[in-house]
């Protein structure tokens, strides 16, 4: 009889003593500081693996190693794209690491005949992604040693590397993760090879600059390697095995659970970003009056859990993908009929982890597991070329994939997913003929999606609040709508909660009650991120707050905690609130709860909105901040702290520089000492922002 692969994986574990990881981990695997379970499964890093990076390359025969910094999955698909390239094209054996998963005090001993990539995201104000805090600090520190010091020379003068940033110019330390790590890197000696490329995703380009950085990139690598280019083939990382002696049923087979523990029915803590808590909703509701905009509001309970929050973190929700682009993706693919095939995926290459646990199904992997609905990338289209049904079909993937102008105009300005790309140029005949590898490899796991905690700890300990508006947006030139994956799934378990058997917002179903009905009872899976925008600890110090929108969200917790610390007796500053949206009647948030919270803080509470529709001319916040000029510098000359939530690619930019107008103007100095003064601010957490 056939082996099941989790006795086949066991078996491997026993027989290699060490076989790094199974899957991605970030998502499916237990983090460092919980390595207590689930076994050796295929869900988790197995204890043990190396964390010496040169020592896994010898091990696995590797030349290449792509790290990556990614907080949303794109740098890690850069990284692996990189990967796959460097195989196929130049016979590279490369593999792809996620930095939290080594250790760097023995890059000094890293051979001269090999390259490192990085491929850096720049998360927030310049911050590193959660999972190359170490990296950096240890990188960038101001005495980094590595195991085996040798003073005669710089320690990474033997290493050679590439380096690619992802950033947004909106942001004003653009890029500065990938910046900070080259000039460290330099500095230690290191050699750097072609330029080092930065994407930006506040002009829209990131995919455009990544693509058009690595053609040069290759060929200076290439030549500083002597490495010959070859006729690409695909080969795939992953094989994917229909396992006719499993049913859907049969226990051991993933149906949508984030892991093992879940899998089991024991799903316990720690809960973090490896290990999502499948949280009850307590209550949801709707703060729009607004037929055809939707936003809402939770209450999500973490009691029993062990979580904890403080005013200012965020939480981050687990999605599912709808019924309706599941049916789509499968469907396109000729696969409806086995969408409940169990699937056994296996990685053919010790390095790269399955992103996702097995066995598992289609329909699992599509609604659970992957991004089916994301960005496409030109590279992803060209890469399924090959195997379109079509010899027309194979052209037109063939020229999407290369000509950047006709891609942007019939995918990216339409903001098509892969299936419907794959509709789109060939309807009549199913796509059958792609591996299902290059759907593992290719798309992003699907990505836990944050939101600002809207209520204070103080308050509702066990109790997180959240404020999300639902996207929904009519794609232009087309009858598509364009809608966000977790906040329709969000609608619709409202929907559920409020009554409604089969809901479909926006004509999307889901699967509420999640794998084997575990999330009935209106649960969501959750997890909880801590984040730096944080009250200043003593509560008499002003604070004034910028929200617009759902911006507002973590202002309302802000305020809500001060209301009560004004309640308990205790000497509470000023707060200022400013708050916009269009319409006083439409989407005026927590409306009646401001006027709560003027109770309870009084003269202290000063709250100024911003209708951008109501008159004959759009107000926005800045307009507000300007008329309140001297106010709220006087509040920032008396030990005030400043708070910029929401849109940051127009809003926290011109709120930005108002604030560096008011400041000259009320303090009589010309803007670029204003501007000093606000970075001041910035450097000394006095101006903090949680933006997206
Ligand atoms: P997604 O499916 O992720 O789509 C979002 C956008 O991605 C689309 O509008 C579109 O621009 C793009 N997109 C999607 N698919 C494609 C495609 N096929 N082609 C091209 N482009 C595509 N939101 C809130 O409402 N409230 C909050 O308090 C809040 N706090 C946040 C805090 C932080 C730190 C961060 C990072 C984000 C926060 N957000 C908040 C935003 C939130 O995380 C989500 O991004 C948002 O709700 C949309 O998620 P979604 O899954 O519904 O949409």
């Known amino acids: 009889a056939q082996l099941d692969v989790l006795d086949l994986a066991v078996l491997a574990v026993l027989l290699a003593g060490t076989v790094a990881y199974f899957t991605k981990g970030t998502y499916w695997g237990i983090s460092k500081a919980s390595q207590v379970s689930p076994s050796s499964s295929a869900t988790g890093p197995i204890k043990g693996a190396t964390r010496d990076v040169i020592e896994k ?60 990539m990085f491929v850096l995201a720049t998360y927030g104000e310049g911050e590193p992604t959660d999972n ?72 829209g380009t990131m995919e455009e600059d990544f693509l058009a950085w690595k053609e ?15 006729e690409a083939v695909y080969e795939p990382v992953f094989k994917v095995t229909e396992r006719e002696d499993l049913t859907a049923e049969a226990d051991n087979v993933y149906l949508g659970e984030p892991n093992k523990n879940h899998l089991e029915g024991l799903s316990k803590g720690p809960y973090n970003a490896h290990n999502p808590f499948i949280a009850p909703i307590a209550e949801s509701r709707e703060l729009f009056t607004a037929k055809d905009r939707n936003c809402l509001h939770m209450d999500i309970e973490i009691s029993g859990s062990n979580l904890s929050y403080q005013t200012g973190d965020h939480l981050a929700v687990w999605p599912t993908n709808s019924g309706k682009e ?20 296996k ?6 982890k399955v992103p996702f646990p097995t066995p598992t199904t289609y329909d699992a992997a599509a609604s659970y597991y992957l991004e089916i609905c ?52 060939e309807k009549s005949q199913k796509w059958t003929g792609i591996p299902f590898s290059i759907f593992i490899e290719g798309l992003h796991r699907i990505q836990p999606r944050y939101y600002s905690i809207s209520s204070s700890s103080l308050v509702q300990k066990n109790k997180v609040s959240i404020t999300a508006v639902v996207e929904s947006s009519q794609i232009s030139g087309s009858p598509e709508m364009l809608k966000g994956v977790t906040t329709n799934y969000l609608l619709a378990l409202k929907q559920k909660q409020h009554g409604d058997p089969n809901p479909d917002p926006h004509g999307l179903s889901y699967a509420i009650t999640g794998p084997r009905n575990k999330y009935d009872g209106i649960h969501v899976p959750v997890h909880i991120r801590h984040s730096n925008f944080k009250l200043p600890s003593d509560p008499s110090k002003p604070i004034v707050m910028i929200g617009p929108g759902t911006g507002v969200a973590p202002f309302r917790a802000f305020v809500q905690e001060r209301a009560e610390q004004a309640k308990a007796g205790e000497n509470v500053g000023k707060c200022v609130l400013f708050f916009g949206c269009r319409r006083k009647t439409e989407d005026f948030l927590y409306q009646n709860e401001w006027e709560e ?64 107008e008011i400041i000259a103007k009320q303090r009589n100095i010309n803007e670029a000492q204003a501007e000093d003064i606000v970075k001041t601010m910035r450097a000394r957490n006095r101006y903090q922002e949680d933006v997206w």
Not at 326 to 345: D, M, P, Q
Not at 377 to 400: G, Y
Request: aromatic share 10%.
């Open 57 to 116: 390359m010898q091990e696995t025969g590797k030349d290449c190693v792509i790290f990556y910094a990614s907080q949303t999955g794109t740098a890690e698909d850069y990284a692996s794209r990189l990967a796959k390239e460097g195989h196929s094209r130049f016979g590279l054996n490369t593999m792809v690491a996620d930095l939290e998963d080594y250790d760097y005090d023995t890059l000094d001993t890293f051979p001269s005949n090999k390259i490192a």
């Open 216 to 230: 040069p990139m290759w060929l200076a690598l290439a030549e500083a390697m002597g490495l010959e280019e070859r």
């Open 347 to 352: 990685s053919l290459d010790a390095t790269a």
């Open 597 to 660: 919270y003027k109770k309870a803080l009084g003269d202290n509470f000063i709250f100024v909105t911003a209708f951008s529709r109501d008159g004959p001319e759009k107000v926005y916040v800045q307009h507000r901040l300007r008329e309140h000029a001297q106010l709220i510098d006087a509040l920032l000359q008396d030990r005030g702290y400043f708070y910029v939530c929401g849109d940051a690619a127009h809003m926290a930019r011109e709120v930005n520089s108002t604030l560096a």
């Open 132 to 203: 190359a805090v170490e990296f950096y600090e240890f990188i960038t520190g101001e005495d980094v040693t590595f195991s085996d010091p040798d003073d005669s020379e710089a320690p990474l003068h033997n290493m050679k590397y590439v380096t690619f940033g992802l950033g947004n110019n909106t942001y004003e330390h653009y890029n500065a993760m990938v910046r900070r790590v080259d000039l460290a890197l330099q500095k230690l000696g290191a050699n750097r090879i072609g330029t080092a490329g930065e994407g930006d995703d506040g002009a």
């Open 374 to 425: 994301g960005t496409v990338s030109r590279q992803f289209v060209a890469s399924i070329a090959p195997f379109a049904p079509t010899d027309t079909a194979k052209a037109e993937m063939t020229k999407l994939g290369n000509d950047k102008d006709y891609f942007h105009e019939r995918v990216a300005e339409k903001y098509l997913n892969i299936a419907q790309v794959l509709e789109k140029v």
């Open 326 to 345: 599941v049916n789509r993706f499968l469907e396109v693919l000729g696969l409806t009929s086995r969408s409940h095939t169990v699937i056994a995926v």
